[in-house]
């Protein structure tokens, strides 16, 4: 038995060294030469927004950050 408590506390130590390492994540970007209206030509994007139309692009943006004010969510309640 006291042969065995080194050999937990070691493997205890192994283990929480082990768990302290992180795995490279690669991240992959979008190409940085266009414009940000230019790009997302998926199905996820919101409907009535076409790539590549700025003023759709701007009208989308202005819209979300009107949603997200509270000032502006309050006083429509």
């Known amino acids: 038995m006291k042969r065995l ?3 937990c506390g070691g493997l205890v ?3 929480g060294l082990g768990a302290c ?7 992959v970007t979008p190409k940085t030469d266009m414009q940000a209206y230019m790009g ?9 927004w ?4 700025k003023a ?5 943006l202005r819209k ?6 509270e000032y502006l969510r309050l006083a429509a309640q």
């Open 5 to 7: 408590a080194p050999w």
């Open 56 to 60: 759709s692009w701007q009208e989308q």
């Open 64 to 69: 979300r950050a009107q949603s997200q004010n």
């Open 13 to 15: 130590l192994l283990l």
């Open 21 to 27: 390492s992180e795995k490279p994540q690669g991240m």
């Open 40 to 48: 997302a030509q998926d199905p996820f994007v919101v409907p009535g």
């Open 50 to 53: 076409k790539p590549g139309d």
